[in-house]
């Protein structure tokens, strides 16, 4: 089925949000959608967005659920400021995303859901789809309710098993919309859900009626989104951050030949990774679902031990709890790595929305003098990257990492290409060899300072760890003052001689520009767009992004002292900044800080920039 409708847009990009109450399915819409969007070869980034409340009142602003999705004909690295359309299910949806939509925005509403007591509740004193509340948008009241129960009369389904299908009345609308062949999404569907047969059937009826429903409407344009060119040939899939991850892992399992443990405890936004390699014991993956976030790090202490590639999983909260045991990794100096998914807080805080305001609890957030490698992944697919080196840091150079990614990294999705698992960097942890005779506990590489890994039931290297502090080379017990200062030392040295083993931080922009911005973690993809356009516009402007920042690498200071003007981008209120006042102190820094469990917009980084650069 292929629109007939001759009057097609043409744009270079369009960004599509679906809102409605969680029980609306706007988080499979969305998906559907994005995935659909693949296939037609366009490029995308998403950004699902959805109430912390299990059960948050039903048609309420509280319980509102939404999926934002950014395609694309060249590189898409955000999930859009503003949406060109905006699909609302219920009055609450419309009233918590108008904010949400482009003026002239196309919106469109299930006008069925909009009676007395939804409008009500929504906190609207009039019916806005009848006063002056949408006068700026391009207003479409679809009878999506009705439409879907009427499509499925033939089924015999009660009322409400068919309204749980409207969303995929919408859909079909959405297709209409990019004049997509809807058989595509079809065939998504039936990939997703082949063990309900029954469900694909009804589901695809309601699809095709939504499309058919849209080529009857005027009002509704027809975009056309050319494939993207700058796509290398390969095998690609639509992924989340925490998916990624998880493949991220695996492969660093695979490449360097031990076996991978997670012991970790669920916990909002991090909880998919623990589901994802829960799949993959075909892989020999290994997954202890913890009953604390305390039990969860040490039993990955325990499997680093004997050889794994150790792994435990968490948010801020469960990074929290986690501190005690990442001093005794440091201290027993065995790889491990810690994932945080950030979120809003502090305590609970804002279980679903993101954050990067981890970032001095990942530094610092330990008692004693207890140094850890700290990198924050860039993006969903930077998540698979990022994974995989962490790995690699923590076996090569016998250290716990932490590896920072966050809730809209975790959830939101990109187009990735997959890798071979042998065209990645090799992985070689020190194993010590059976029977060496110069073999002791904390013997360390002359470079690396890395200890040997010596595995339990090893012929020969029968030896002891523990958390108290340990004579150098012996690894005996001692509370020696000249001892313990050496060993503080050495453990330090440790991690600041990685900085030897990861790349030089890249400068995007010309060495004498204006204004260098600075981001880190999650902000990548908006500060770059940002940054562009400026460029675009003839401005003197350069972008450095760090993804390594214990240790910073190697370059930093020469990188920062060729600018006169500085200015730190951060979803928090000015910890990265902080922590390059202490390490970098001779320069001067501005700072543009937001923490409001949203990310960053390409708009108010453009404005921001654009007042540094005219003020003198």
């Not at 898409?76 to 699909?87: E, K, P, Q, R």
């Amino acid at each position: 089925m292929v629109s007939k409708n001759k009057n097609i847009v043409e744009r270079d990009d369009v960004v599509v949000k679906f809102v409605g109450d969680s029980g609306d399915g706007m988080q499979l819409t969305g998906t559907l959608f994005s995935d659909t969007a693949a296939l037609a070869g366009n490029d995308l980034a998403t950004y699902p967005d959805y109430p912390a409340e299990i059960r948050a009142p039903h048609n309420t602003v509280a319980g509102v659920s939404g999926y934002q999705v950014h395609i694309g004909h060249n590189k898409i690295h955000t999930s859009g400021d503003l949406c060109d359309v905006l699909v609302a299910m219920n009055p609450a949806s419309l009233k918590a995303n108008m904010k949400w939509a482009k003026t002239g925005a196309t919106v469109i509403v299930d006008v069925d859901s909009f009676d007395d007591e939804t409008i009500s509740k929504a906190g609207y004193s009039t019916n806005p789809l009848f006063d002056t509340t949408l006068s700026a948008f391009n207003v479409v009241k679809a009878p999506i309710t009705s439409m879907t129960k009427e499509a499925l009369i033939n089924l015999n389904l009660d009322a409400k098993t068919a309204e749980k299908s409207r969303n995929m009345f919408a859909l079909g609308i959405i297709c209409h919309l990019f004049n997509w062949n809807v058989a595509t999404t079809e065939e998504i569907l039936s990939q997703r859900f082949k063990s309900k047969p029954q469900s694909i059937a009804g589901n695809k009826i309601v699809i095709e009626a939504g499309y058919s429903y849209a080529d009857t409407i005027e009002a509704l344009p027809t975009y056309r989104v050319q494939p993207t060119k700058e796509i290398e040939k390969g095998r690609y899939r639509n992924i989340t951050g925490n998916i990624a991850t998880a493949w991220g892992f695996l492969a660093a399992s695979e490449r360097s030949g031990r076996p991978l443990f997670l012991g970790s405890y669920p916990i909002t936004p991090a909880t998919d990774i623990l589901q994802e390699l829960a799949k993959h014991k075909s892989l020999g993956a290994k997954v202890f679902q913890a009953e604390d976030e305390i039990a969860g790090i040490c039993s990955a202490i325990g499997a680093s031990y004997t050889g794994s590639l150790a792994l435990t999983t968490t948010s801020g909260p469960g990074f929290s709890l986690k501190s005690e045991a990442i001093g005794l990794a440091v201290m027993i100096e065995l790889p491990l790595v810690i994932v945080d998914v950030q979120r809003g807080g502090p305590s609970t805080g804002l279980p679903t929305k993101s954050e990067q305001s981890d970032l001095m609890q990942a530094l610092y957030g330990r008692n004693g003098e207890c140094p850890t490698v700290v990198m924050a992944s860039s993006s969903p697919v930077d998540c698979f990257y990022s994974a995989y080196e962490a790995s690699k840091i923590a076996m090569e150079h016998m250290t716990p990492v932490i590896l920072l990614t966050d809730g809209q990294q975790g959830n939101g999705s990109e187009l990735f290409r997959i890798p071979r698992v042998y065209d990645l960097p090799a992985i070689n942890p020190p194993i010590a060899e059976p029977n060496d005779p110069e073999y002791k506990p904390y013997k360390r590489d002359a470079e690396t300072l890395a200890r040997q890994w010596a595995l339990p039931g090893t012929d020969g290297l029968r030896h002891r760890v523990g958390g108290l502090e340990k004579e150098n080379i012996t690894g005996n017990i001692t509370t020696d003052p000249a001892n313990h200062q050496l060993m503080i030392s050495l453990r330090q040295g440790k991690v600041d001689r990685i900085a030897n083993y990861v790349p030089e931080q890249e400068v995007d922009g010309d060495n004498d520009a204006d204004l260098l911005v600075v981001s880190w973690g999650g902000t990548k993809g908006t500060v770059h767009t940002a940054v562009k356009e400026l460029q675009a516009e003839g401005k003197k402007i350069a972008h450095a992004h760090f993804k390594y920042i214990m240790p910073l690498p190697r370059n930093t200071s020469e990188v920062l002292s060729r600018y006169k003007k500085i200015v730190v981008c951060e979803l928090n209120m000015g910890q990265f900044v902080g922590y390059l006042r202490m390490t970098h102190p001779d320069f001067k820094y501005t700072q543009f800080n937001k923490v409001q469990g949203l990310p960053f917009m390409v708009s108010e980084l453009t404005d921001k920039f654009n007042q540094l650069l005219e003020e003198k």
